[in-house]
């Protein structure tokens, strides 16, 4: 017997997630060493999951550095050294060895002071990224002199007051205004309402299942036994079923307060998280098959069961409760399913709407076969067609389980499963299902009902079939791995940037009248390539971008200096524009508040918001939802 609290402790336990606000604080200072000689140093608390790359990179990852725009009456002792623990790893994406630093690093320059009077003027800069998405190359600024040597308090990266733009190159006061997120502007939040509905078919499925079917005659007994008042009986009805629905949607709740909105929104792409979820649909479906039991503790339906025997709204509860536990060996798995389903959406209400729709298709039932006893008698019986159900189930499982390991397997660059591989694994499991249903691994003739579902399943495995030579079946684009994952390839499309500078785009749309696409990327950003790998190789991506849209391209870090660095104010600190990447990474912050890439938002030829923003996320179908603002 597996029990579900297992299950969920090692799901906790999975969880990379940090709830911080700021993945990386930095604090600095200056002190003396030793004769003529001071330190500077940069300790760096590093937030779980994220890390910081070391100094001397080469090929893409954002180096510790020190970059000085002014010292006078002293000099550098030496380069920039670390203290801590540096880790390293052959990084396929860059196609070179990278050094980083998880939880704590500091970052150490030695200086020489040569007179009495003397003045360094700089900024410590760093690249941090997790395994979602990469911050633009921060940068601390530092200003030590003789008459005050007093170190300074650390900035924020975040802009929230900036000002004295105007002397920007490229500065358009309008273009540059700060967007205004409306509801509008996030319309893969649209998908709640297919979360609910899909969750409501859950709910149903769920009725048919062995473990919930017989109850509903057992909860018609408990309410003609309670009261001989039609009308008290019928308001208990009620009660009772939005007692289920309580029941459920606290679920929901639960794991938004457990994990809240930050994590919701990388559940999909974190790759632990992911292999967790594929480990428990395949448990949830090999219990579907029979191999084995998922029920919580005995102990518990037991307990529960007591209680929803006395009166009052105390009893409608507890029997409410009473029917989530027994019946949590059927329901468990596609409980499972929707609340993976809901972690993949934009809204922190997903689990608690995927809840409310499951519950309610479950309760409507349970409620009116209470008020209305009479009915029981058009239901048919239990029987062999419930195990049927659960078996279709598991396939359903099995199935959509593959989907997470594709995830994780992408992340860290197994190459395990293949878009082929994955196509024949579904058409294994669509043919083996379909025979299944038409009676072939048993003796005696499959009803009306299970001709037709053999026959619909048998005709998706023919279905899936062009796609191990290249055929994109649009219609599973959201389950099944990116053509980019495919072994044999053939003409792969891809998208090439119309410019890298944001005026220029604007100005090019003003004449074209097509939107722009803006794309805040790095060059040192292993998901931006991730995403170009294997989304804008879509065919119908990159047609898409292709003919509709400018596409502008905006290196965060880009280290051409500009012609004159800009100072301006951010946060009531005093920040330098020194390159063309610290000014894309301005606009993102000020324009957009987000520093983080890749980052993705569409725009008028006056850089008024016209959809976004899209963040990393591989799946080709929601980046074309994205794109049909």
């Not at 540059?176 to 297919?194: E, H, M, Q, T, V």
Request: proline share 4%; glycine share 8%; net charge negative.
């Amino acid at each position: 017997m597996v029990s579900l609290l297992s299950i969920l402790f090692a799901f906790l336990l999975a969880s990379p997630f940090d709830m911080a606000g700021q993945p990386v604080t930095v604090q600095k200072k200056m002190e003396k060493i030793a004769g003529d000689t001071v330190r500077l140093s940069f300790d760096m608390d590093i937030s779980n999951g994220w890390h910081v790359y070391s100094t001397n990179q080469t090929g893409g990852p954002q180096s510790a550095e020190i970059r000085l725009d002014s010292i006078s009456g002293a000099s550098l002792a030496g380069g920039l050294g670390f203290a801590g623990d540096e880790l390293r790893h052959m990084d396929a994406m860059f196609g070179a060895e990278v050094s980083y630093f998880e939880n704590h690093a500091r970052f150490i320059q030695d200086v020489v002071l040569e007179s009495d009077r003397w003045y360094i003027e700089g900024n410590f800069t760093y690249g941090a990224c997790n395994d979602e998405s990469c911050l633009p190359p921060t940068h601390i600024e530092f200003i030590y002199k003789s008459d005050a040597p007093a170190a300074q308090s650390s900035e924020s990266s975040v802009a929230s007051d900036l000002t004295d733009l105007g002397s920007l190159d490229g500065f358009n006061a309008g273009q540059w205004a700060p967007a205004n997120y409306s509801a509008s502007a996030f319309k893969r939040d649209s998908g709640l309402l297919a979360l609910f509905l899909t969750s409501m078919l859950g709910g149903l499925l769920a009725l048919l299942t062995p473990c919930v079917w017989p109850i509903i005659p057992m909860t018609v007994s408990f309410f003609m036994k309670r009261s001989s008042d039609r009308r008290k009986s019928m308001r208990d009805a009620v009660i009772f079923g939005l007692c289920i629905m309580a029941v459920y949607v606290s679920i929901g709740l639960a794991v938004t307060l457990i994990f809240g909105a930050n994590a919701l929104n990388s559940l999909a792409t974190n790759a632990i998280v992911n292999i967790v979820f594929f480990v428990v649909l395949v448990a949830f479906a090999l219990s579907f098959f029979g191999l084995f039991e998922m029920t919580l503790p005995s102990g518990w339906s037991t307990g529960t069961d007591r209680k929803a025997r006395s009166s009052g709204f105390a009893g409608l509860f507890f029997m409410a409760l009473t029917l989530a536990i027994v019946s949590f060996s059927c329901t468990g798995p596609i409980i499972g399913f929707l609340l993976v389903d809901a972690a993949q959406r934009s809204s922190i209400l997903a689990p608690t709407i995927g809840m409310t729709g499951f519950s309610l298709a479950l309760a409507i039932p349970f409620a009116l076969f209470a008020m209305f006893p009479g009915w029981l008698e058009s239901l048919p019986r239990s029987g062999k067609w419930m195990q049927k159900v659960k078996v279709t189930l598991g396939f359903v499982e099995l199935a959509f389980s593959l989907k997470f390991l594709s995830v994780a397997d992408m992340a860290y660059g197994w190459g395990i499963l293949p878009r082929e591989l994955f196509i024949i694994l579904w058409i294994i499991m669509a043919v083996i299902l379909g025979l299944y249903l038409l009676g072939c691994f048993k003796s005696g003739r499959p009803g009306t009902v299970s001709v037709t579902l053999g026959i619909i399943s048998l005709s998706f495995a023919a279905w899936l079939v062009p796609g191990l030579w290249g055929a994109r079946l649009k219609a599973i684009s959201a389950f099944c791995p990116p053509m980019s994952t495919r072994i044999f390839k053939n003409d792969v499309s891809t998208v090439e940037p119309d410019y890298t500078d944001y005026a220029q785009a604007l100005a090019a749309s003003d004449d074209s009248g097509k939107p722009v696409l803006i794309d805040f990327t790095g060059y040192g950003c292993v998901n931006c390539r991730k995403m170009e790998a294997a989304v804008w190789t879509d065919p119908d991506v990159a047609e898409k971008i292709s003919n509709d849209f400018i596409l502008v391209s905006l290196y965060v870090d880009d280290r051409t200096p500009l012609e004159h660095p800009v100072t301006v104010r951010e946060n009531g600190q005093t920040v330098k524009i020194r390159t063309v990447g610290d000014k894309w990474s301005l606009l993102q912050r000020y324009k957009f508040a987000a520093n983080a890439q890749p980052f993705y938002v569409i725009v008028t030829s006056q850089g008024e918001l016209l959809s976004g923003p899209y963040t990393f996320d591989e799946d080709v179908t929601h980046f074309l939802d994205f794109l049909e603002f």
